[in-house]
């Protein structure tokens, strides 16, 4: 059966890494969106909470709950407002109509758009906004933003920077001595990485970091591998084919194995153009089928992803796709 590996002393070694650049597990939220961008969140939220981590960022209601248990800070960052909001669990407002529709004395952490455009308000609605919390009865416990480029090389990082330092001083001027009380973060992966240093009042928000992939890091390891198992072996005789259409003829005798991944376990769909190396410098034989695919025999298992990197590169994506559409479903083990 077709498994994930979970690294955790890989894992372990970048939350220490994470943890010194921002300044202290308390300053450091944990994403663990999207099954934690693959790598299964229920198994990775005891390693964390074990080396200090206890505030994470997840994508909904759903999600919290599965962690509810385990850490003490829950921020959910997309959500629907219903009126029935968990007193437990903090709540991103990513829009100000929603402040009417949230259920009052509900925690919250405004999100500010500083050029993104994707979510949060503006700089110069902040006045208003902050009138409307206290009025509805709304908790502010933090202030939040998120880069468009922080791994891009141009100035735009440095703009989003501006913008939230004259939003966090205009919050300051306003709110005063409760101001003291809240959480700013605004450095994500990349920005952590890219930054010398962390403000004296911010947390960071990592996540894809954790598991070993930063463009201003070299020195993280990879916390996840996949390995499929054989289910099969032959020799395929010269001319013969294998798979779907034929893709692959052999120029020769060469004794291939089946092994038990495939499309349906969330690998992109390899379609036979193009060699496709795996880890091992076997290549893939033929069109990927739902469950399975073809390449020179490895033996008992072989690992078909161990830097997510290269699987992205030759389907024109990124590392996070790659991750996050490995199905829940396959076993993952820690080791």
Known sequence: MAYIKIDRLAYEYNLDLIASKAGGYQRVICVFKDNAY???????????????????????????????DIFDNILILSHHPHGGENEK???ALNEKNDIKKI????KIHLVIDTNMHRNGILPEEIQEILYELRNHNLQLHGV????????????SYFVQKQKFQYAKELIYNL?????????????????????NTLEDDEYCRVGLVQFGYAYFSKDLHRVLSLWAERLSQRILKKGQCVGYGGVYNAKEDIEIATYDLGYADGLLRYDGKGDFYLPSGK?????????????????ETICVIDDANVMAEFFNTISYEILVKLSPNLKRIVV
Not at 144 to 155: I, K, L
């Open 38 to 68: 693959g790598h299964g969140a229920k198994l990775l939220a005891p390693i964390a909470k074990a080396k200090g981590i206890n505030f994470v960022a997840v994508k909904n209601e759903a999600e919290a709950k599965e962690l509810e």
């Open 89 to 91: 669990f903090i709540y």
């Open 103 to 106: 259920k009052k004395n509900t």
């Open 144 to 155: 939040m933003m998120h880069f468009a480029g922080s791994d891009e090389m141009d100035a």
């Open 175 to 195: 709110l005063q001595e409760d101001a003291k009380n809240l959480i700013f973060h605004s450095h994500n992966s990349e920005a952590l990485f890219r930054a």
């Open 283 to 299: 290549k893939i034989l033929g069109k990927m089928s739902m469950d399975s695919f073809s390449c020179e025999n490895n033996g």
